[in-house]
């Protein structure tokens, strides 16, 4: 005997532009969206009968449709009215899932009035994801959050007392570069999401300088504490936002040893380091607010979103 398993489908990672005139200047929105449904989906796995499915290429044009006739805006409002779509026009779809990643442009700055000239933008890629569930009664989650964040403390970080055994062979150090790659995501309080842009756009930049202010503004002694400090943060600052999970890399840079050269290097001005980009830490965890549960998937700090 066999039986069907928790299942979905949907349309993976949808490229979305949309180029908005107003006159001579232009604004683009570009996203990467990933739509994933069930429901009442067992016929077609044991049978074939695709009497329950709507076509994955119906999703992919249900987002360009979306794009045109309402506009994009916040990540998080944009999949939300997909989502609710999804469910509610269709009886055998009871749950919709959004993945978003926006894709960011700055103004390549022009002579005269034209203002149509772009470069993508480098740093942090924000992402969102909203599942729209039809159960009892209708269910939300909404998930905020950020990947590709690089931040360096040069120093203000300590790095002694572990464990050590006959293989360890790092020194402890009291001033060391502190380097990560910030990947954040962030739950927000269950219920009807609000559609307004500026409300979810403001929450987004909030969170982001809270993660920011937190970073800089923390002695570490672990990389571990440092990432505790932050969502604590979030979790403190933000009202609505019940659980966050971090994942930080720890971004190696030893000092140089350069001792064959006659040459001292120790912590302090004018330190060379060598920076390495692999292997490296992983540190990894929930943030959550007093009688919360964790529930963001791992997989969503360790690549899901990248």
């Not at 979905?8 to 200047?25: F, P």
Request: aromatic share 8%; proline share 5%.
């Amino acid at each position: 005997m066999t039986l069907l398993g928790p299942n979905q489908y949907g349309k993976a990672e949808t490229r979305v532009v949309r180029v908005a005139r107003d006159g001579a200047v232009h604004h683009i929105e570009d996203l990467t969206v990933s739509v994933a449904l069930s429901g009442e989906m067992a016929a077609v796995h044991l049978s074939g009968s695709n009497a329950a499915v709507l076509p994955t290429d119906t999703m992919k044009n249900t987002v360009y449709a979306f794009a045109r006739e309402h506009g994009i805006g916040a990540p998080e409002a944009f999949g939300a009215r997909l989502a609710r779509h999804f469910v509610t026009s269709q009886p055998t779809i009871h749950r919709a899932r959004v993945r978003l990643a926006v894709h960011a442009w700055e103004r390549i700055a022009t002579p005269g009035d034209a203002a149509h000239s772009f470069v993508r933008a480098g740093g942090e890629t924000r992402t969102a994801q909203v599942t729209f569930e039809r159960v009892a009664g209708d269910s939300w989650e909404i998930l905020s959050g950020l990947t590709g964040l690089t931040v360096l403390n040069s120093t203000g970080s300590e790095f002694r007392g572990y464990l050590k055994d006959g293989w360890t062979t790092l020194p402890e150090t009291d001033d060391r570069v502190l380097a990560t790659d910030v990947t954040a995501v962030w739950r927000h309080e269950d219920g009807e999401p609000p559609d307004e842009v500026g409300e979810w756009d403001a929450s987004y930049r909030a969170a982001r300088t809270h993660l920011l202010e937190a970073f800089a503004g923390t002695y570490s002694r672990s990389l571990q504490q440092t990432l505790y400090t932050m969502g604590s943060r979030v979790i403190d600052q933000l009202p609505g936002v019940e659980e966050i999970r971090l994942s930080l890399p720890n971004k190696h840079h030893f000092l140089v040893d350069l001792t064959p050269f006659g040459l001292t290097n120790e912590p302090g001005d004018g330190a060379v380091y060598q920076a390495a980009d692999r292997p490296y830490g992983l540190i990894e965890a929930t943030v959550l607010r007093d009688g919360s549960d964790a529930r963001i998937p791992a997989d969503l700090t360790g690549g899901g979103l990248r």
